[in-house]
């Protein structure tokens, strides 16, 4: 029993290491399409402008982005730790705090310091080398979703997810509608946090005590099937929309072009935010479904 746990284990180890790969591949890809390419450049500052045009939503941006800060990042891992107290998973609880912090950390590192913004010589509305890759605000609001997500009951997390997903949608296309960030950004940042929390799944995986296993609690009937609906209907719709304004330049170059585009930033940030989200679900199920771990917590 416990070598096919063992084994089982291993199978799944190795794929949470191929979910992280995927993940430093696509953030890989999102930076070098929408920073060092000029069709990238000139979809997202076109997109940008469309979201600056947008005057009237000002007050209800702001009250948005204030909610991100870093008193609300020191309350998510004051929430974080409680819960994961008076449930007495301190594994998942730590590996929780793990992800809110890796995360924010690495965002502050790429973007003010391993990243760069090179001049390509267009007349964009933001500065041209002002590298804002990936979004802090759009790190710390998905950062606190995946944390709570680690540590609440598995029947909870649907309703989490849910919730959650609107709120960071919302707060990416506000970074937008407030000039702070381009769509690439918060997409970046989703990226992100989707690797923090699948290492830190491969974390709890590898110390939780197996008399702590939670897979009877896992094991509550869930489906996802509308959020994958929300997906792919965003992705596709945003790509197709993307594409077409990448290809017509006179589309792209239109009065009605920066709307359009906006549009198309709208929808791949929120498919991609949803996209993430049941990465997390599914990993986490995994996890919490798993035999024995490999090696025991060390005294």
């Not at 929430?79 to 705090?97: D, F, H, S, T």
């Not at 609107?166 to 509608?177: F, K």
């Not at 239109?254 to 935010?273: D, E, H, Q, R």
């Amino acid at each position: 029993m416990r070598t096919t746990g063992l084994a089982e284990n291993g199978r799944l180890l190795s794929l949470l290491g191929l979910g992280a790969l995927g993940y430093s591949l696509s953030l890989a890809a999102v930076y070098y399409s929408t920073v060092h390419t000029v069709d990238g450049r000139l979809l997202s500052d076109t997109s940008l402008r469309g979201a600056l045009s947008t005057s009237e939503v000002v007050g209800a941006v702001d009250a948005v982005l204030n909610v991100v800060s870093i008193a609300s990042l020191l309350g998510a891992v004051a929430a974080v730790a409680l819960i994961a107290l008076i449930r007495l998973v301190r594994i998942q609880g730590l590996a929780a705090i793990g992800v809110l912090v890796s995360a924010n950390v690495s965002a502050l590192l790429l973007k003010d310091y391993l990243l760069s913004r090179p001049d390509l010589g267009l007349h964009e509305i933001a500065p041209a080398t002002l590298n804002s890759l990936p979004s802090g605000h759009s790190t710390a609001a998905f950062s606190a979703v995946a944390a709570l997500l680690l540590v609440v009951p598995s029947r909870w997390r649907l309703a989490v997810a849910t919730v959650g997903s609107a709120y960071v949608a919302v707060t990416g296309t506000a970074t937008m509608l407030a000039g702070w960030h381009r769509a690439a950004d918060s997409i970046a940042a989703f990226l992100l946090v989707g690797f923090c929390t699948t290492v830190a799944a491969a974390i709890v995986l590898v110390y939780l005590p197996s008399e702590s296993s939670t897979a009877t609690d896992a094991a509550t009937p869930r489906s996802v099937r509308w959020l994958a609906a929300t997906t792919v209907g965003c992705l596709s719709m945003g790509a197709a929309i993307a594409v077409t304004l990448v290809l017509s330049a006179p589309v792209r170059d239109s009065i009605v072009g920066p709307w359009v585009a906006f549009l198309s930033a709208a929808l791949l940030i929120t498919g991609t935010v949803v996209g993430v989200v049941i990465g997390i679900l599914r990993v986490l199920d995994a996890v919490d479904s798993a035999d024995v771990p490999p090696w025991p917590l060390p005294e």
